[in-house]
């Protein structure tokens, strides 16, 4: 599936299969400070991932 | 087996969000009725104000100022906007076309100061005519630019977007330098005094996560990018390290908070300066200030007399310390 990452922008590719939670383990990534948001919609952390999948991974934490 | 999709805890629909510290997940519909009513909870446990009241609400074009417009007029509260362009590059550009697209498409009166219009500087100036970081002459303008607006503009409070994650690094990091004068003005309403305006931080209740979330669903199109300036600041260190005790224990970060609130802050009633009376009048803009000139004041004179300075020199050199 297609990730999207922010804060540098960037774009990896990375097998499906797994728990948007297990996602943002693997990606090194706190569950506290990121949503998901799988094809355009927001979804909670037990959701599965498929290979077809576009991911947006968001960061939620701003530093003012 | 397939595993079955999270549900609502209010209406068993699909959920589109887990909220650990709330041990329960939640659809659209539901998370914003739980963003509105923490809401409006904050804002009457702390008396912040009332729907007869107007008020000024600080927008950045980020998530939390503009949920927090949104979420008043949805409410029924009477609150205009105030933006201020910090001329932070392509940045300030973004966020304030935000904000612009935000308060017409809604049809809201939207107040916008231009840094180097109409005070002579911007932030990346700043910066370097202060020898300081940028998040300090950026905070001190907007925070003298907002108080000035509100009293200007007979505003009866000034609303900023603060969320339980900015209060809780603010006081992790004052705790942890046991800042008795900060910690005593660490508060979600400050009321009204010499010359400054009632300021009040009705999202105290909620997360940055519930922010974003609450954005998303309700449509809302905000700046993502983090401001350039800010990366690898002391505050952004706190917020993962809380996140961090988080992760390990849901709740921690609302319990440290609300709990300094209801059993901490009565301790420290009149230990702040404000309060033990020693702010007088700045001799040349009549603003609140513990010195004769305020900082404020100081500020303008040095960054306005100072050659412009472009965002990429003060990045290179922030890049570097980071």
New interface residues.
């Given amino acids: 599936m297609k990730v999207l990452l922010r804060n540098p922008k960037r774009e990896i590719e990375v097998p499906g299969g797994r728990s948007v939670n297990r996602l943002l383990d693997d990606l090194e990534l706190s569950r506290e400070a990121h949503l998901i948001i799988r094809n355009g919609t927001l979804v909670p952390g037990d959701t599965r991932l498929d290979d077809t999948d576009v991911i947006e991974v968001r960061p939620v934490i701003s530093g003012g | 087996m397939t595993?079955q999709?999270?549900r609502c805890r209010s209406c068993k629909a699909p959920?589109?969000?887990?909220l650990?510290r709330h041990n329960a997940?939640f659809c659209?519909e539901h998370l914003v009725q739980l963003c509105n009513r923490q809401m409006i909870k904050a804002i009457a446990d702390f008396d912040m104000f009332s729907r007869a009241d107007r008020l000024l609400v600080a927008v950045?074009g980020?998530?939390?100022s503009l949920a927090v417009w949104d979420m008043l007029i949805e409410s029924g509260y009477q609150a205009d906007g105030l933006y201020i362009g910090l001329g932070i590059g392509e940045y300030s550009e973004d966020s304030g076309g935000y904000v612009q697209r935000f308060a017409h498409e809604r049809n809201l009166h939207l107040v916008t100061i231009d840094l180097r219009e109409d005070y002579g500087y911007d932030v990346p100036t700043a910066a370097v005519a202060t020898k300081r970081v940028p998040?300090s002459a950026c905070g001190l303008s907007k925070r003298r630019l907002f108080d000035k607006a509100a009293v200007d503009g007979g505003y009866d409070a000034v609303v900023t977007g603060h969320n339980l994650?900015?209060e809780a690094a603010v006081l992790f990091g004052n705790t942890l330098r046991w800042e008795v004068d900060y910690l005593a003005r660490q508060l979600p309403v400050l009321e009204a005094r010499d010359g400054f305006p009632k300021k009040c931080k009705p999202l105290v209740r909620l997360?940055?996560?519930e922010?974003?979330?609450y954005c998303?669903?309700r449509g809302i199109d905000y700046v993502?990018?983090?401001?350039p300036m800010?990366?690898g600041?002391r505050?952004?260190g706190y917020?993962?390290a809380l996140?961090?005790i988080?992760?390990q224990s849901p709740g921690s970060k609302s319990a440290f908070y609300l709990n300094f609130l209801s059993k901490m802050a009565p301790l420290l009633d009149g230990q702040s300066a404000a309060a033990q009376g020693e702010v007088g009048e700045c001799e040349r803009c009549g603003a609140p200030t513990t010195g004769d000139v305020c900082a404020f004041c100081r500020l303008v004179e040095k960054s306005g007399t100072h050659e412009a300075v472009p965002v990429e020199m003060v990045l290179k050199k922030h890049r570097r310390r980071h």
């Fill in positions: 595993a999709p999270s959920a589109v969000i887990d650990p997940n659209a950045s980020g998530k939390d998040c994650d900015d997360t940055e996560r922010m974003a979330a998303l669903v993502v990018e983090e401001c800010a990366a600041n505050h952004l917020k993962e996140n961090a988080e992760k």
